[in-house]
């Protein structure tokens, strides 16, 4: 199996991070596997308090209800989830990644750790929008599973540059195999039906809805998305217009939630844009 201890470079975004504040209401558990062969996601998993750096990042919040987050095994599904006030990773999710993680950097430069990484976090993300979604009956127009995938890649935007640009491209990366492996397996019309009806959006959709929200933000930081022909012409004149419309749409509805003071002491060094920070004055 390939070293799990690749996801050690997660802990890189929250090493002077303050503890999670009993506020926060957020609680995590590592169930010990059934299956021998996650046995070592599990150990290193813990051993590298993955978990306890996610519970640091997401402390800003202000819950109105209790969150577990929860790594068990998943009975061969490599899946993630939310409901129940509880966040499911499965260790064959980890599993999956780990399969998918490249040999060596890939010829656009990205590295295999990046490859693990990033899914991994923009999963976890994922499934917390979820939770905020709930917590506070937010409103929305379009599907909520797009809503997440726009939420989670708005947070890890404000990281510090090496670090967002890292956790993108692993996780572009990630869901470009997944629709190539699907491209190149022979689908029946049933399982195309299946997954053109998906609530999620299609891999390599949600792949270049990411893109473009990365350019959005940041054109200098990603300007070899468009420059190496990554992300089409004719979606790059919208990218700046739909960051922008998450952005208004977390100061109006996420926002509130925050801790203000407590995000700045754990974010303050990340925002990409100084029009943001000055939101949390």
Known sequence: MKNILTLTCLLLFAMNAPAATEANRIEITYKEPENPAHSKIYEDLRENEVLERVQIFLSPFQLVMPLEIVMAGCDGEPEAEYGDGEILICYEFVESLIKNMPDKTTPAGIEPDDTVVGPFFDTVLHEFSHALFDMFYTPMFGREEDAADQLAAYLYLQMGEEETRRLIRGT?????????????????????????????????QRAYNLLCMAYGANPKLFGDVVSNGYLPKHRVEFCQEEFEQVHQAYIDLIAPHVDRDLAKEIFDKSWLRKVDRGRWE
């Open 172 to 204: 572009v990366y990630n869901y470009l195999v997944i629709e190539t492996n699907d491209e190149d397996s022979a689908q029946t019309r049933d399982e195309f039906i299946e997954d053109a009806a998906e609530t999620h959006s299609l891999p390599a």
